[in-house]
């Protein structure tokens, strides 16, 4: 039987009470050291009541110690507001509380006190009042809060079913903290998957770092806890203070926070994004032409050292207008995702879903990206999903057992780096990792992902020694579960982002990286579905010849043209990356034999030869103008070689201007982007001119018009050099030259157009003669 309601208790009837502003979090009062005994409640005058307030059922030894351990599954289901024999239990955990009252329209009824910030009773009424709030009472302070054990879950049923089948592709908008108005009232939720956990609290500087008070509730069989949280909003600090199995503690940051504290500090932060994106035109065009049919150079850039000290913002005043001008199509972003230490060049993520917080915001760098693309330039970022480190405050045993990581110890650690391997067969780890590629590319507007160190994740032994790794079920040493892992993540991505790339780091012969995911290969795997793979063994075999003296050169010919036995295999990208240029390996410029002046020309002639040969381009930053130093994350490039007032400037800004006019008639030229991936885009006129170091080719484009590409490697003029053309009538011209003056070359040129003869040459009916520059290469095109 309901009892009736006494004076000052409203009944279900009364109409719900008006939500209230929430409580900043600033506005908490400062616990003291400890908290005053139990005390029984006093009426308080205003025809309050307090008289009926029964006190409740006390909570059983076993769920009190779990509630205050903070490993309790539901604390829901004990706290907040619940019907009773004779009325309403509301009970609320506040640490440090000298008091706690119910209040609500025409109510306020204190509840009881029963030790360790539990305080608790039973109103005598008919059913719970709506809306209604706590009164906490300090030693200094009284304030009035909303009681977050009064909501329903805030997450959706269709995100808990998604999450456990591990296919949710926004996962962003279901873990982590979100902040949202819910059941009327502002707040932030917080959800977490630790599915190992005997229980899970939020803490932050809006409860002075002790979640008590703040237990969250699991969620089903999913492994995710939630805990709506009113009155907390944007730019608080939060972790997870997690119970282990065992019943230790550990803090955590939240693995899906979008924003981060600058390193050394580790807290997440509450971020929602208020950027309004300007790049339109760009997002509906990017995906208007395949892109291993279009016209791809791509300057490489660590972001943190470009321009030593500049903040996203200020890199969007100056990065664009530097890329446009030399007429690169991409940025390459080495990684951007939060990462602890700045020496490892954010390939060791702790953040995967943050910027890195050392240049500014999450809108920050969402307004870099729509800076370079308004000025026409795509974005490309490195994503590392093949390992993260073992900072006990990040993913490592998250939940107190391996989660992330595999849990046979032997797969899990990664061998060269310290650091641990992804489980990719877990669902809900592949989730993490697919829905995060996803998330760059919706939310950040990305163009492309560089997927880092893919070979690592293919092979089982990979850099582990015999009897440190175990074979597959099929007893080879594929990875399986990485192999399913890529495919599904490209599969993905190219789905749901159209004109977005995928590119892979892949330095082994793995058969089909840029096959599609549904086409078998030999080897019986489907294509790992890549859009396009750097060419490692063009880049370690082309610079070793270049590194040779000339006059040795023609005993390793072989080394600049073996690339085109396998030029059509994958989709090749051809990288001069920061890799090359760090560690004793020696900038560009600085790899080439001889003097200053035969180091640059040899560097000047290789760039034609790269810009020229089959396969897009990546230059790191710094070698667009031969800095001769390596590169260094401490500083950056050597900016100070184009100072005017240094001697040799004009020498280095040569290179510049050369890099700049390669760009240009590159992009203008389909014959050098139309066909990359085509044979019929490629003849070799003289591959075998090893005496001479002399390579010459033809690039056609669609429409089979050609290009004359020929690079001479030898510190020796070449007049009169005969070679076979496709026609006689045809009359060629230098479009572009290395050796010129205006590139601090010696001027060496073919001024005059050239007619084709009818002399047959290199097995074609008609040839030219030219003169070919020392250590240069020449673009020759139809008049």
Known sequence: MTPDPLPGFPTPEDPPVEARPPIPATFLPAPPGRRPPPRTPEPRAGGTASRGVRRAEPLDDATRGRLLAGAHHDPHSVLGAHRVPGGVLLRALRPFARAVAVTAKGLRAELHDEGDGLFAGVLPMGGIPSGYRLVVTYDDNEIEIEDPYRFLPALGELDLHLIGEGRHEQLWHALGARPMTHEGVAGTRFAVWAPNARGVRVVGDFNYWDGTGYPMRSLGGTGVWELFLPGVGEGALYKFQITRPDGSHTMRADPMARRTEVPPANASIVHASHHVWRDSAWMQGRGARPVHEAPFSVYEVHLPSWRPGLTYRQLAEQLPAYVK???????????????????????????????????????????????????????????????????????????????????????????????????????????????????????????????????????????????????????????????????????????????????????????????????????????????????????????????????????????????????????????????????????????????????????????????????????????????????????????????????????????????????????????????????????????????????????????????????????????????????????????????????????????????????????????????????????????
């Open 325 to 783: 001008d030399l007429g690169f199509t991409h940025v390459e972003l080495m990684p951007v995702a939060e990462h602890p230490f700045g020496g490892s060049w954010g390939y060791q993520v702790t953040g995967f879903y943050a910027p890195t917080a050392r240049l500014g915001t999450p809108d920050d760098f969402k307004h870099l990206v729509d800076a370079l693309h308004r000025a026409g330039i795509g974005v490309l970022m490195d994503w590392v999903p093949a390992h993260f480190p073992r900072d006990d405050w990040a993913l490592a045993e998250f939940d107190g057992r391996p989660l992330y990581e595999h849990q046979d110890p032997s797969r899990a650690a990664h061998p060269d780096w310290g650091t641990l391997e992804f489980d990719y067969g877990r669902k809900e780890v592949r989730n993490f990792l697919v829905a995060n590629a996803v998330y760059w590319c919706e939310e950040f507007h990305i163009d492309g992902l560089r997927v880092d160190a893919v070979a690592s994740m293919l092979y089982l032994d990979y850099s582990r020694e015999p009897g440190q790794w175990s074979p597959n079920e099929h007893g080879g040493r594929e990875n399986l579960d990485a192999v399913a892992f890529l495919q599904e993540m490209n599969a993905t991505v190219y789905r749901r982002c159209p004109g977005v790339v995928t590119i892979a780091e892949e330095s082994t012969a793995w058969d089909g990286v840029t096959r599609a995911t549904h086409l078998v290969g030999a080897g019986g795997f489907g294509g790992l579905g890549f859009g396009l793979k750097w060419n490692m063994g063009w880049m370690h075999d082309s610079l070793e010849y270049v590194a040779k003296e000339p006059v040795h050169r023609k005993y390793h010919h072989g080394e600049m043209t073996f690339a085109m036995v396998y030029a059509y295999s994958e989709n090749y990208v051809l990288p001069i990356s920061h890799d090359e240029v760090v560690h004793g390996k020696r900038s560009l410029v600085s790899k080439m034999p001889g003097d200053w002046w035969q180091q640059r020309a040899d560097h000047r002639a290789f760039l034609g030869f790269m810009w020229a040969h089959p396969g897009k381009q990546l230059l790191f930053m710094g070698q667009e103008f031969a800095q001769g130093a390596e590169w260094s994350e401490s500083h950056g490039p050597d900016w100070w070689l184009l100072d005017p007032s240094y001697a040799a400037e004009p020498d280095h800004r040569g290179v510049r201007d050369l890099v700049r006019d390669l760009n240009e008639r590159y992009r203008a030229t389909p014959a050098l982007w139309e066909r990359d991936t085509s044979p019929e885009g490629f003849e070799w006129v003289d591959g075998n001119a090893y005496e001479d170091n002399v390579f010459a080719f033809l690039r056609r484009a669609a429409d089979g018009s050609p290009l004359l590409a020929v690079s001479n490697f030898s510190p020796v003029v070449r007049h009169g050099y005969r070679l076979g053309v496709p026609a006689r009538d045809t009359v060629w011209e230098e479009c572009l030259n290395t050796d010129a003056l205006r590139y601090g070359g010696s001027g060496v040129a073919n001024t005059d157009p050239l007619k084709g003869e009818s002399l047959r040459s290199h097995g074609r009916p008609a040839s030219l003669t030219l003169t070919l520059p020392p250590l240069g290469t020449v673009w020759l095109r139809p008049v």
